[in-house]
């Protein structure tokens, strides 16, 4: 049986099924991209709610996207191109 505290932790942050091409790559990659669209929309829903001005929300967005085009490069995703 699911605690209240796992509870509380898979309603804020959910996580989606994986459906492309199967590489443990791929599969960080996308738990990555995951976990940067959740905090974007914490961030916006701040900024929206006046809680986080305009440039601060901006400057934690832009170390976010930093930090998933590092993971991206590291990972080395995107570097050759599938065959069709």
């Known amino acids: 049986m699911e605690t209240p505290e796992e ?3 898979k309603f804020l942050y ?3 099924r994986y459906y492309g091409e199967f590489d443990p790559k791929n599969l960080i990659f996308n738990a ?3 976990e940067f669209a959740q905090k974007v929309g914490y961030i916006t829903a701040l900024e929206t709610s006046g809680k986080l ?3 601060e929300a901006y400057q934690r967005i832009k170390a976010l996207w930093k930090q998933l085009k590092n993971s991206k490069k ?3 995703i995107g570097k050759t191109v599938p065959d069709i």
Do not use: F, V, W
């Open 7 to 9: 509870a509380k932790k």
């Open 14 to 16: 959910p996580r989606s």
């Open 32 to 34: 990555n991209l995951q």
């Open 53 to 55: 001005s305009s440039i």
């Open 74 to 76: 590291e990972l080395g």
